[in-house]
């Protein structure tokens, strides 16, 4: 695609439920990164991975997040037993080879009520 | 551990005025930074910056390096409403995948 693309816009959930985030990459970039940003502060890393697996998950907060790439371009940021404090935009990015032109999706906003 | 720091963390001017925005990082093996602006969700490209003292610039927007000082800042002149955004700086960190340290952004709001 043109660009990288993410769905929802935005997902409303009920405390305790589970939530599926999509980010489909520019078309041929072989990395993907995952970030989550909170109100008033900056992305934060979350996950990367370059082609099918996940090469640094450091940033995953707990084990309730998890996140996959099986064919090496469509990515799902999962989310277990969703907690309020899970409330934020998750943006994800995508670059030729790491480190390079990233390009950033527009962006998932997760409210957890 | 890396850092990237930006200040002021808010700014609100008039249309014609000139802001100054403020980046800090401390990053084990720097290579460059990156500039975004983020108006609603996506931020959008600014600028990369690798060289020390070299000015990047695109129109009313340019962007500078101090590798000695370890900051950049980005300056914008005849400011206009829709500069309105959050201006993110972030580190790529090479030897991790090459993932972004971002700061906190700095929320400038420019009123008519």
């Known amino acids: 695609g043109a660009g990288v693309s993410q769905t929802p816009s935005n997902k409303v959930t009920e405390k305790g439920k589970y939530v599926e985030l999509r980010c489909d990459p520019i078309s041929g970039h072989t990395a993907l990164y995952w970030y989550r940003q909170s109100l008033g502060q900056g992305p934060e890393f979350l996950i990367y991975f370059q082609g099918t697996g996940a090469a640094d998950d450091s940033g995953l907060p707990n084990d309730r997040f998890f996140a996959v790439r099986p064919e090496g371009s469509v990515s799902t940021l999962k989310i277990q037993r969703t907690e309020r404090g899970d409330s934020a935009v998750y943006l994800c990015?995508?670059?030729?080879?790491?480190?390079?032109?990233?390009?950033f999706g527009s962006g998932t906003r997760l409210t957890v009520v | 551990e890396d850092k990237v720091v930006q200040s002021p963390l808010s700014l609100v001017v008039h249309e014609g005025d000139t802001v100054t925005l403020n980046c800090s990082y401390e990053v084990t093996n720097f290579r460059s930074l990156l500039w975004y602006k983020q108006e609603k969700k996506a931020p959008t490209f600014l600028f990369m910056l690798t060289s020390s003292g070299i000015e990047k610039k695109s129109g009313r927007l340019s962007s500078i390096l101090d590798k000695k000082e370890l900051s950049s800042i980005l300056n914008i002149t005849a400011t206009q409403t829709g500069d309105s955004a959050i201006y993110l700086c972030a580190v790529p960190i090479y030897n991790q995948g090459g993932k972004l340290i971002f700061g906190q952004g700095t929320e400038l709001s420019v009123k008519p």
């Open positions: 990015a995508s670059s030729l080879a790491r480190g390079d032109g990233y390009t």
